[in-house]
């Protein structure tokens, strides 16, 4: 994998900022598009705009091959075993709030348990809070360890009889930990409940085979790997999703409309009210053509190679404390000395370098680091160690400059 050259077919990333090239190392927050799904979206609004599934004219039923095409595309990325399987979103967001409120509001009671974990995003802690509040089940959490992973020991005492949903992610997003799904989903089963996992910072990065991890859904975003903002995927096991009720109502997801009553299409167009996001998801089809010729097995490579020069150069800065495993995904999570994370972000945006800054929707986890905000770097496949080099050289003006402030 050629980075330099790679490079090149992502637009935003050719240009200075602050008088200085580009750096952009938060990926974890949005990849950049590369030139393939420009054109595929600017192809979709210029030659054959129109809506899906409805009209039979030409324009409709190319945009309908188009958009079931993507479909078929997620199913074999995913491994799903069908395209019934396959729900397209808003993101990872949507996904696991229709999953909180069509599938676990309508089977939980008072006396059940959902089980998750602090290193969640806020997106897969507050809808399960929602639910135990609606419900009367009750939320808990499975132990963190010092180095922020979690142990099968642990899961296996947390999971109980009276577990119905476990809601866990794949790779952590602010300590890039790398969740054991397939162990964790064998555990659940065994006690009769249900695996949810938050994809959005495992999909662009590594290869998914939902049939292998074992879990019944499996959730993630668009716009975190190279394909359009606003579109993403719920996949559910056919059985569950048949089970599900609907979150929206309205055009596309009916049989047939009586006046007290309807009934809902067959999988998958039964939680795709509306019209559908159909630039996004076919501009998805097309990011999962692009990371597919280029090689999920060779981005994860090239990734941890990455992550790895990444953290040995970061632990050369004094004062730098890196939080999470050593085993992770690729994003290192940092402070450094007693600067607050939104300074060191300014600092470094002034050298051109762009990472992230904050609680990262993550507040539980702050907590328990016992931090209000981190710094993060996350890298992609069109990123270099030319650009961890840079991110330590900036770092360490950062520390030196505010050394002399102080």
């Not at 695996?195 to 975003?221: E, N, W, Y």
């Not at 999703?241 to 167009?269: A, N, R």
């Amino acid at each position: 994998m050629d980075v330099k050259e790679l490079k090149q077919l992502f637009p935003v990333l050719n240009q200075e900022v602050n008088g200085h090239p580009l750096v952009y190392l938060d990926s974890a927050a949005t990849s950049q598009k590369p030139i393939p799904v420009l054109e595929k979206l600017d192809e979709y609004y210029r030659g054959y705009n129109s809506n899906v599934h409805r009209g039979v004219h030409t324009l409709g039923t190319r945009a309908t091959d188009e958009y079931e095409g993507s479909r078929e595309k997620v199913r074999k990325f995913i491994n799903a075993r069908s395209t019934k399987e396959v729900i397209f979103t808003r993101g990872t967001t949507t996904s696991i709030n229709m999953i909180a409120y069509g599938y676990a509001r309508h089977r939980l009671k008072e006396g059940d348990e959902i089980v998750i974990t602090p290193m969640e995003h806020h997106s897969n802690i507050i809808p399960w809070q929602q639910a135990a509040k609606a419900t009367g089940a009750e939320l808990k959490y499975i132990p963190l360890q010092q180095d922020g992973t979690i142990t099968l020991e642990d899961a296996k005492k947390m999971i109980t009889e009276n577990t119905k949903i476990v809601a866990i992610t794949h790779v952590s997003n602010v300590l890039g930990t790398i969740n054991p799904i397939k162990e964790i989903s064998d555990i659940a089963h065994r006690k009769g409940a249900v695996v949810v996992v938050d994809g959005a910072q495992s999909t662009p990065h590594m290869k998914i085979d939902v049939r292998d991890l074992g879990c019944d859904f499996f959730t993630f975003s668009g716009h975190k790997m190279c394909g359009p903002t606003g579109v993403g995927v719920l996949y559910g096991k056919e059985k569950v999703l048949e089970e599900m009720e609907p979150v929206e109502f309205g055009g596309e997801m009916i049989d047939f409309v009586e006046m007290y009553d309807s009934t809902w299409k067959e999988l998958p167009w039964k939680f795709e009210g509306g019209t559908p996001i159909i630039a996004g998801a076919i501009g998805l089809g097309t990011a999962i053509d692009f990371l597919e010729d280029i090689g999920l097995d060779e981005i994860s490579r090239h990734e941890k190679e990455l992550t790895r020069y990444a953290m040995d150069q970061l632990k050369t800065i004094d004062g730098i404390q890196i939080y999470g495993p050593e085993e992770r995904g690729g994003l290192v999570t940092f402070n450094l000395d007693e600067i607050h994370a939104h300074d060191v972000s300014t600092a470094l945006d002034s050298e051109g370098i762009a990472i992230r800054a904050g609680h990262h929707c993550a507040q539980p986890l702050m907590r328990w680091l016992n931090v209000s905000s981190t710094a993060r770097a996350s890298f992609y496949l069109y990123n270099s160690e030319e650009d961890i080099d840079k991110l330590v050289v900036a770092l360490r003006k950062t520390k030196e400059f505010f050394g002399d402030v102080f």
